[in-house]
């Protein structure tokens, strides 16, 4: 059995763990509240942008743009959304799984032929870890999301897929449900897909009939690159408003626990004490009886 001072300095860790796991679970909860409050303002944004453009689309299936045309698929770009730190559960795992098993899939084309763009530290590790090489560095991107870097490399990917450099891009991040759920998503962000469902909806309803100036063509040429900035943004702050919740949810987990094993040593503790006061009454006793 543990001595008295093992005990007793082993309660004070677990003490001293649980109030830094409680002050993290603070600060990751106070960053979800901000992140949220961005997503849910951006969101109705980059909803009515998609539905513009959906209707657009689906009204005329004689527009021909370089960004809704499916080619023979030679060379892809991944783009994977992680945290710069850790101690956010499973958050990154499943991030850099996904990407291994996306990866995976698509090495048939070649290891030369799969850019790869690491959104994150902990992704940017996994992708040097297995070999690869990364396009840039967007660690900062990660932490403080901003439109303008986002829109720097929107611009870079659209540059690389009108030129045919890329055929395909693919987003791997997290969806932001709520701060228990968030959901692992593998998306393709170019070509431009036109969801069948809403295509669907929008033949059987009432379509908006837009008032267009200069043309139509004119109008998508600069609304679909404005949508595809917009989707990746998104992404980010989906992603960021997932690792704070994932990081919430970590650290309330770890407080709690730190609670239980507080009661358990508290317990022991007790037990131990009074086994030793009870020794030494025996021992006293004892010395007593032999004396008479």
Known sequence: MASLKEIKNRLGSVKSTKKITSAMKMIASSKLHRAQNAISNFLPYEEKLDSILTNLLSSDTTYESPFIQKRETRRIAIVAFSSNSSLAGAYNANVIKEFAQTYEKRKTIGKENILVYPVGKKIADAVKK??????????????????????????????????????????????????????????????????????????????????????????????????????????????????????????QIATDNADELVQDLTIQYNKSRQQAVTNQLLDIIGGASALQ
């Open 130 to 251: 297995m070999g690869l090489h990364a396009e840039g560095d967007y660690t900062v991107m990660a932490d403080k999301p901003s439109y303008q870097a986002v829109q720097d490399l929107a611009k870079d990917l659209i540059a690389k897929y009108i030129s045919k450099e890329i055929d395909e891009v693919i987003l791997i991040y997290h969806h932001f449900i709520s701060t228990g759920n968030q959901k692992l998503l593998n998306v393709p962000f170019l070509p431009f897909i036109l969801d069948k469902e809403t295509k669907d909806e929008s033949d059987n309803s009432n379509q908006t009939d837009y008032i267009l100036e200069p043309s139509k063509e004119e109008i998508l040429e600069s609304l679909i690159p404005t949508v595809l900035y917009a989707r990746l943004y998104a992404a980010l702050l989906d992603a960021n408003a997932s690792e704070h919740a994932a990081r919430t949810v970590a650290m």
